[in-house]
């Protein structure tokens, strides 16, 4: 399908672009789940875990997922309760966490409709308790029943791999209409640890042209400013409230991303996050969303044209690797790129 480009963000007209994701030439959703957790797949079988937290390690990888209860053991003392997902990620040749260790990565931060009046609670996902489950040795989910505001039930399914790549699927059900624009916008972010540098690096181009693609590092100067980047497409443009408040949904950097997948670079080992061409993830990034000095590097996801009661989903992999230079990088996420945009 083919959609007309009609304008961009500017904030002071409180719009930003978004993809137009419905497959109106034969009526099915482009974001459809794919019935991968428990929420969607009754055949799934799982063990509740009791504690607030669970260990996962497979090949060089290590990981410590959580829900969103406050943790204090040992590998992770005085973690805060509110932030979920990977509250640790550890590599054998860089034992320091990536995260920042009392807030997390891939963390479910926001859900809202571009409104103010709907935003009752900016981070409602913190706001409602998760349960942990326990699918195999590698595996586990982070369900969430149906939340105060939004009603959206959700299950994010942590894996890690046989090469130690994290892969991580959402999927969630509008359990009643909320939105009153037609859309959901769903947030995530990982609070990086005092990296050196706090850029994000991805291939694409300067907005609305038709330059060839080419590395960009890509930084923004302020909280809000500059700090999102969105796929190369046709788009639509929809209204966000004049005072919206979560200004790192669509302040728009003067760039959009050509190949579905970024990095930055910590401690000498390189965070890659990649995702499915076909779910048309927003990159988004902040210098100092984890406090000062811990940079944010983050992505968003919008489901237009929302039916209550059907179920959508998205799936991306993190790669925590040694980092040697761009062009190894580039070969070892390969295959994992590979996979999702065959997917």
Not at 103 to 129: C, M, Q, V, W
Not at 178 to 196: E, M, Q, R, T, V
Not at 260 to 289: C, E, H, N, T
Request: with cysteine; hydrophobic share 35%.
């Amino acid at each position: 399908m083919h959609v007309r480009y009609t304008g961009h963000f500017a904030i002071t007209h409180a719009l930003f672009t978004f993809i137009s994701i419905a497959r109106s030439a034969c009526g099915v959703h482009d974001l459809y789940a794919d019935g991968i957790t428990s929420l969607t797949n009754a055949t799934v079988r799982y063990e509740l875990i009791e504690e607030h937290y669970i260990q996962l390690t497979r090949g060089d990888i290590s990981v410590i997922v959580v829900d969103n209860s406050a943790v204090d053991i040992p590998e992770l003392p005085k973690h805060r309760a509110g932030y979920n997902g990977i509250a640790s990620l550890k590599h054998t040749q860089q034992r320091k966490n990536v995260f920042v260790p009392t807030i997390s990565g891939l963390n479910f931060e926001h859900i809202h409709d571009g409104t103010t009046a709907g935003l009752t609670e900016k981070f409602e996902p913190r706001k409602f308790p998760m349960q942990l489950r326990k699918i195999n040795e590698f595996t586990v989910e982070l369900y969430q029943a149906p939340t105060g505001n939004w009603k959206l039930e959700s299950c994010g399914r942590y894996s890690l791999l046989t090469d130690g790549t994290l892969e991580y699927t959402f999927e969630c059900i509008p359990r009643a209409n909320a939105y009153s624009k037609g859309y959901i916008g769903l947030f995530w972010a990982s609070y990086i640890d005092k990296p050196k540098d706090k850029a994000i690096h991805f291939k694409g181009h300067q907005k609305h042209t038709a330059k060839s693609s080419r590395w960009i590092k890509a930084t923004t100067p302020s909280h809000g400013i500059e700090s999102t980047h969105p796929p190369n497409a046709n788009h639509n443009t929809i209204e966000v409230d004049l005072d919206f408040p979560l200004t790192l949904v669509g302040n728009l950097s003067n760039y959009e991303y050509l190949e579905s997948w970024y990095y930055g670079v910590s401690d000498q080992m390189a965070l890659a996050f990649m995702f499915r061409p076909k779910d048309k993830i927003w990159f988004a990034q902040s210098p100092s969303g984890g406090g000062k000095g811990n940079p944010a590097w983050d992505f968003q996801w919008f489901i237009q044209d929302v039916t209550i009661g059907k179920s959508y989903g998205f799936t991306m992999r993190a790669g925590y690797l040694p980092f040697v230079g761009r062009e190894s990088l580039e070969k070892e996420t390969q295959r994992n790129r590979n996979a999702l945009q065959n997917q």
